[in-house]
């Protein structure tokens, strides 16, 4: 029967509302900069984290790891399966403290207050010739209305057995937190002067701290510094001994609870393997756990998930068998480690609606900043988002999170829907949402100051479109296709249907529903769609522009001498800034964004503007040859102004050049398609065995200055020429088809096999590969957009 319940209990349910079924998404490990904490989906509520420290020696306390940080040198960190619903399975390699790190995450529904969860956090020597010694702390704090308080009586000398808290907030009511020792855990109980710790050896020491409203983020601080506060006196004991004591009798927390804490510190300190849990139950689903429950909940979750990654991801027979087990698993990490770093964020932000560069003022455009000049804090805003990089860029990013939200509405809509409503509730009365979301002090903490004001004119590629045309294209695929039945999908607990595993007789596949649920993203998404064709207008009637349409001309507001952050393309070669730029990125985007906005229209009815954005689509494409196409390079290029103050293009090969085909705006039979294949199939110029490059090797910028965007390799541009190629340009008829699938063969095992390669070498994926060798460089992890090979295995663009 215990079988029984937990499999019902804790695998995958099958949902019946499309829109309200988000309460199993409350809890989650929504502090995706901690290489493990947990935080339910509210504003002010409960927090908890994890740390560890070596004990071999005294100095290694200074290097406590908590929040990912590439500086820690680990070898590796990762989620091997991850469901944001269900919990998995991390593991943290950390060759410096010789010992491999897992936590275990187990998500239990019930009750009435988003359900009870169980935490495993177990540890393992990597080199067992060697010792491991580690010192580990969970902390959970509570920010907000309600308290929590410590149920276990407390000892000057520590505590054997279970740590219980109780503890109530209005959100999550009544709910209970304990901290439960595996039976077989080892301290270390000798050595020089043992005898004088004797009382406190072996046990599980604590701290309760008062912090003040807002800092609970600095968590780390505060503990570290109650055990060297309480450290210091005792080691100066000891500074003229000829032998010290063991640094896990000296480095403990004090075992003193202040009156009224907020913050709880649990530690314990171990030799050789270990494993604790920790269990939150809530009262209202009352359940009471054992080590039992997560034994087999977790081998539910990874059967699950196992189960749910072959009907969704499946890795093609076009790999050799040897290639297929290897790459699965890498498959999955990659997409766990992007689900593990989807955040939950709150706080305040940074704007500054009066600035404005030389060539960016615009009496007509500034006045929507209501004459507030200078920069301010906003009102404190919500968001839930996948992040690009947990140790780096551990934030929302507006032009990654599209690339993000295809991926994870591959797995899950619903999540991916709930993701995107959260994104569209930021954008405000003018249309504008900030490039980069950086909210609270925590957030703020990891950003360099020049970086953390955002600018209301400011701009970045509207990626997230890219969400609801699959969204819509998921709907349409299940009402247009052939039946689930026919396709073989399980409704039981294991399997899925492209709609979040929504069985087709719910209400979630009727279309009047699906719109509703939409219908609500609409107006805000076409308030900032006309936020772009107002802001980000360009000037054509000024410099004599000859095109078809007057008014289809885009350039990026933003931009400095050196960079254009606002494109996402940083230091990409462009022209000098001027009044008189025309951008073909952004023209291209514009494209994208009104087919969109048109097919969005039309899916919910409202044919007025469908015909509309029609108009307006074809506008775009033809302004994009008119205005962009260089017939003497044979290539699409930027507009610029030249000191004669005539407009002139600015062609630099690269990732710029191949925007209109790559959001598939020109057709089949495009005679421009035979330059840009050429461009992009030739190895001095854009192909590598390793992926696009991002500038032509040929360029004189090529590798040059910062070197960000002037070669390296990006997945997420490779992935855009790959679904190109495939969805377009190998799939319909026209003169360039059959070269179109073999590029597109070519350029997909090079992609995968290098991102695969350089995970093997370095137990990492990263931001960009080089140019040159495919090695990866910059920012790692970066399961943001990185982990779109999982996409590009399994065919899906």
């Known amino acids: 029967m215990r079988i029984i319940w937990l499999l019902l209990t804790l695998l995958p349910l099958v949902y019946s509302n499309f829109v309200n079924n988000t309460e199993n998404l409350l809890w989650g490990a929504y502090r995706p900069n901690l290489y493990f904490g947990l935080r339910p989906r509210l504003p002010q509520s409960l927090m908890t984290g994890l740390m560890w420290f070596g004990t071999q020696d005294y100095q290694s306390i200074a290097k406590t790891r908590h929040a990912c940080d590439q500086g820690d040198g680990l070898d590796s960190y990762t989620w091997t399966h991850f469901d944001p619903r269900q919990g998995g399975v991390q593991i943290l390699k950390d060759s410096q403290n010789n010992v491999e790190i897992t936590t275990e995450l187990l998500k239990v529904p019930g009750g009435s207050h988003g359900g009870s969860w169980v935490a495993r956090i177990k540890g393992t020597p990597i080199d067992p010739v060697y010792p491991s010694r580690i010192s580990t702390i969970f902390y959970l704090g509570l920010e907000g209305l309600g308290g929590v308080d410590m149920v276990t009586d407390e000892s000057e000398n520590g505590i054997d057995g279970p740590v219980e808290f109780s503890g109530n907030t209005p959100d999550l009511s009544d709910f209970t937190i304990r901290i439960v020792d595996a039976p077989d855990n080892k301290a270390v109980t ?172 615009d009496d007509e455009i500034d006045d929507e900043d209501d004459g507030q000049n200078g920069a301010r804090l906003t009102e404190p805003r919500a968001l839930l988002t996948a992040t690009p990089s947990r140790s780096f860029f551990p934030r929302g990013f507006y032009w990654d999170e599209g690339f993000h939200l295809l991926h994870i509405g591959a797995w899950d809509t619903e999540l991916s829907l709930e993701i995107l409503k959260d994104w569209i509730k930021l954008i405000d009365g003018n249309g504008w949402v900030a490039r980069e979301q950086i909210l609270g002090e925590e957030a703020r903490s990891r950003v360099p100051a020049q970086f953390q004001t955002q600018v209301p004119t400011f701009a970045n590629p509207p990626t997230l479109t890219m969400a609801v045309t699959a969204i819509i294209k998921q709907f349409n695929a299940v009402h247009d296709g052939p039946s689930a039945a026919d396709l073989g999908m399980d409704y039981g607990f294991g399997g899925q249907v492209p709609l979040a595993g929504i069985p087709e007789s719910s209400a979630a596949l009727d279309r009047a529903a699906v719109q509703s ?243 093997q070498r370095t137990g990492y994926v990263w931001e960009q590969y080089d140019a040159l060798t495919g090695e990866g460089r910059r920012s790692h992890p970066f399961t943001g957009w990185t982990s779109l090979v999982t996409l590009i295995l399994a065919e899906k663009y």
């Open 190 to 361: 000798t050595g020089p002067h043992s005898e004088a710790f004797e009382e406190r050896l072996g046990k599980t020491h604590l701290a309760g701290l008062r912090l003040p409203p807002g800092q609970l983020w600095t968590a780390k601080d505060h503990i570290i510094q109650s055990i060297v506060n309480r450290a210091s006196p005792i080691a100066e004991k000891y500074r003229a001994a000829e032998q010290a004591p063991d640094p896990s009798f000296i480095l403990q927390l004090p075992d003193d609870i202040l009156t009224a804490s907020n913050l709880f510190a649990v530690q314990k300190s171990f030799e050789g393997e270990f494993q604790f849990d920790v269990f939150f139950e809530s009262a209202s689903a009352n359940q009471k756990f054992d080590a039992g429950t997560i034994d087999q909940g977790i081998a539910a979750v990874v059967a699950s998930f196992n189960s749910h990654f072959e009907e969704t991801f499946p890795i093609p027979s076009s790999y050799a068998a040897n290639d297929v087990t290897r790459l699965k698993s890498f498959s999955k990490a990659i997409t766990s480690n992007l689900f593990g770093g989807i955040g939950y964020f709150y706080g305040t932000s940074i704007v500054d609606k009066g600035f404005a560069y030389e060539w960016d003022q």
């Open 517 to 759: 649920a939409l219908r609500d993203l609409y107006k805000p998404l076409k308030r900032h769609y006309e936020w772009f064709r107002r802001t980000q207008r360009g000037q054509i009637k000024q410099y004599g522009r000859r095109a078809r349409s007057r008014t289809e001309g885009y350039r990026w507001r933003g931009r400095s001498e050196a960079h254009v952050l606002t494109s996402g393309m940083d230091d990409y070669p462009r022209g000098p800034p001027h009044a008189g730029e025309l951008h073909l990125d952004l023209i291209s985007w514009m494209g994208f964004f009104t087919r969109t906005m048109k097919d969005f229209a039309q899916f919910i009815d409202e044919k007025e503007d469908a015909a509309s954005y029609a108009e307006i689509e074809w506008a775009i494409i033809n302004n994009i040859d008119d205005l962009h196409w260089n017939e003497e390079n044979e290539m699409y290029c930027d507009v610029g102004i030249d000191s004669d103050d005539e407009s002139t293009h600015i062609c630099h090969a690269g990732y710029i050049s191949l925007f209109p085909f790559m959001l598939s705006l020109l057709p089949p039979d495009s005679p421009h398609l035979r330059p840009i294949l050429d461009m992009l199939r030739d190895p001095e110029q854009l192909w590598s065995e390793y992926g696009i490059r991002s500038l032509s090797k040929s360029h004189p910028e090529f590798g040059q200055g910062e070197n960000y965007w002037k070669g390296p390799i990006w997945v997420q541009i490779n992935y855009m020429v790959l679904g190109a190629l495939h969805n377009t340009y190998a799939r319909e008829e026209g003169p360039f088809q059959e070269r179109a699938r073999a590029m597109y063969e070519e350029l997909r095992r090079n992609v995968v096999n290098n991102v695969f390669k350089e995970y």
